[in-house]
């Protein structure tokens, strides 16, 4: 298939109204920086998708620049070990701040930023993974290495009906752990149980949050951030991990180092924007072999159309799962 002159593209730009994404047709040629040129068929939407192209938070450092953290897609200017035809996903890098990123009909990257879709995902498979699936799964590699088994007591997951958190409440109950989600939306409740969750609780109170409160959770996986991660760091038990990744709810945390000197919980940041190139295989691997999930349960497929739409719903906290967006077919 012959690369066309030009793309359409929702870009980053600056309007009157401020930083918005805008429907656009681009050349080709224009498109990223890189050796390898992807065909992109889909991508997805993040909550940083949805603060860069309303404007609700400065993502993008350079402007114009095209959205989106995620692609998957289709090789079709060969490099490194890519080869035209190929099946490859990128996400995070520094796509949508620094580079232009996945909301395009064509995307050019660094060849060392791809990996191949691992046998037997799809496409769309990968995308309804994306940065959630690398960020869930980076979370869970994390708190397994710090001797997380099942068998242990209950891994508590916050902001669990969003995209992050209800791909972590499908692996760890995947990988055979009790999950506890907690989520704000109550018609949310039957679905997270489907997805294997032991427990379904409205979002925990955290108007007061006291030092060291019972030990509740072996572990625990945070969207939320703000005084839900201090009540996390209260409620984990002795020697857990909390696998802390998201600010949905808030960047100030307000807590002691009680939970971490008298209690031994651990706290891991996780970024899955940045990371060794072999966990990221790693990771991917996992995420087709041990942690696999019933892709089908959780995404949901929107056409690129509706993108300036989605990226408004998911700043509201109202979108549950994980959405598509299919720019083309792979074939
Ligand atoms: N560190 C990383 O590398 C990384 C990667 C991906 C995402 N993230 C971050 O992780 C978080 C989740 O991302 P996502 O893509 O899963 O977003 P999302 O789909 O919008 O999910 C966020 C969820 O958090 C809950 N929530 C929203 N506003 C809240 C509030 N004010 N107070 C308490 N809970 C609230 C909601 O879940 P319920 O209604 O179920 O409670 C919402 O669905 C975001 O902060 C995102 O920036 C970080």
Redesign the pocket.
């Known amino acids: 298939m012959s690369v066309p002159d030009v793309a359409t593209a929702y870009q980053l730009q600056e309007t009157p109204d401020g930083v918005r994404g805008v429907m656009t047709t681009l050349a080709v040629a224009a498109i990223g920086e890189g050796d390898l040129l992807v065909r992109v068929t889909h991508s997805c939407v ?3 998708d ?2 860069a192209a309303t404007g609700a938070a400065p993502i993008a450092r350079r402007l114009p620049l095209i959205g989106g953290i995620d692609a998957a897609g289709v090789v079709v200017e060969a490099a490194g070990e890519h080869q035209v035809g190929d099946h490859v996903v990128v996400t ?1 890098f520094d796509m949508s701040e620094k580079h232009d990123g996945g909301y395009a009909e064509y995307v050019r990257v660094p060849a060392s930023w791809a990996v191949p879709v691992p046998e037997p995902l799809s496409l769309w498979d990968a995308m309804v993974l994306g ?2 699936g690398v ?1 869930a799964a980076l979370g869970i590699h994390q708190l397994e290495r710090n001797g997380l088994r099942p068998g242990q007591g209950p891994v508590a997951v ?8 209800s791909v972590a409440v499908a692996m760890l109950a995947g990988r055979g752990y009790e999950v506890t989600a ?4 109550a018609d ?1 409740h039957e679905a997270l149980r489907r997805l294997g969750a032991t427990t379904v609780e409205g ?1 925990p109170d955290t108007e007061k949050v006291r030092t060291l409160d019972s030990e509740m959770w072996a572990a625990s996986m945070d ?4 005084q ?1 991660l201090a009540w996390l760091a209260s409620t984990t038990k002795r020697g857990g991990g909390i696998a802390s ?6 960047v100030k945390v307000a807590t002691t180092v009680m939970p971490f000197i008298l209690r031994g919980v651990n706290l891991f940041g ?4 940045w990371f060794p190139d072999e966990v990221r295989r790693e990771l991917w691997h996992r995420m087709a072999t041990d942690l696999r999930i019933d892709t089908a349960a959780i995404g949901h497929t929107r056409e690129f159309a509706a993108l300036p739409q989605v990226c408004r719903e ?1 700043v509201t ?1 109202s ?2 799962g994980r959405t598509v967006i299919r720019i083309a077919d792979p074939d």
């Open positions: 993040n909550y940083k949805g603060l995070g940065t959630a960020t916050t902001g669990a009906s969003g995209g992050v958190g907690f989520t704000g939306k949310e979002r969207s939320v951030g703000g839900t990744y998201g600010n949905a709810g808030g996780i970024n899955s924007g998911i906290g979108v549950a």
